[in-house]
């Protein structure tokens, strides 16, 4: 069946560093990718949508320069989170599908904590 | 503006009785409507989905009635028992746009 790993699962940073999460689809082809955040109170926002051999685009108040992310082929994507302080923390889910409207397929997350 | 709306925010139900789930939309294009159930810790896992050609969709214990005409649609789980207990998200999208969920419903099957 259709998995998507994400890593790390859990990882903490000072305030004003970086840190990179991986996605990793297993069994199909994710030619779009969803960067989604998961806030403490369970809303989820869309940060940026990544289909391959197109322009990734993000929503409103993410921008490039803050979550810099990378989709090289059907299987691998990645997202950097540059300098996250406080109001960046939350769950950080990847969510792979093989087409639009698609079923989207979602990895455990990236539980982002910052001191 | 929220474009998908879940209640009960919170349900409580005996083991063995049916949860009832509901959800609405304001979006007419939507036409992909999954659920997706959460557990603390975990990130959300594809339940059952439906599409708007449809007005049931049935897999196990699981059901989804969908109402078109009135944009709304309920997640009913069967024979609840205490390991159904999470958080549940409905989401909605169509082929042109994202994939919105609601602020979800998070049950409590007591034994």
């Known amino acids: 069946g259709a998995l998507v790993y994400q890593y790390p699962r859990r990882t903490i940073c000072k305030s004003g560093t970086s840190m990179r999460m991986e996605c990793q689809a297993v069994g199909f082809q994710a030619t779009s990718v969803a960067w989604y955040r998961q806030s403490p109170q369970k809303t989820f926002e869309l940060i940026a949508l990544?289909?391959?051999?197109?322009?990734?685009?993000?929503e409103q108040n993410f921008t490039q320069e803050k979550f810099p992310i990378s989709h090289p082929n059907l299987s691998f994507s990645s997202m950097t989170v540059l300098n996250a302080y406080l109001e960046d923390r939350g769950l950080y889910l990847c969510?792979?599908?093989?087409?639009?409207?698609?079923?989207?397929?979602f990895g455990h997350g990236t539980k982002l904590s910052v001191l | 503006q929220q474009q998908v709306r879940q209640s009960p925010q919170s349900l409580t139900v005996w083991e063995g009785e049916t949860a009832i789930l509901n959800c609405s939309y304001e979006n007419s294009a939507f036409d992909y409507f999954p659920w997706y159930q959460q557990f603390p810790g975990e990130g959300p896992a594809l339940l059952i989905a439906?599409?708007?050609?449809?007005d049931k969709k049935e897999d196990g214990r699981f059901t989804i009635f969908f109402n078109k005409r009135e944009k709304k649609l309920s997640l009913h789980i069967t024979d609840s028992q205490p390991g159904d207990s999470a958080t549940y998200f409905c989401?909605?999208?169509?082929?042109?746009?994202?994939?919105?969920f609601g602020q979800g419903t998070s049950l409590s099957v007591v034994p």
């Open positions: 439906i599409r708007s050609v449809s």
């Open positions: 990544s289909t391959v051999n197109s322009a990734i685009k993000y």
């Open positions: 969510g792979a599908r093989t087409g639009p409207n698609e079923r989207l397929f």
């Open positions: 989401a909605a999208s169509s082929s042109f746009s994202k994939l919105v």
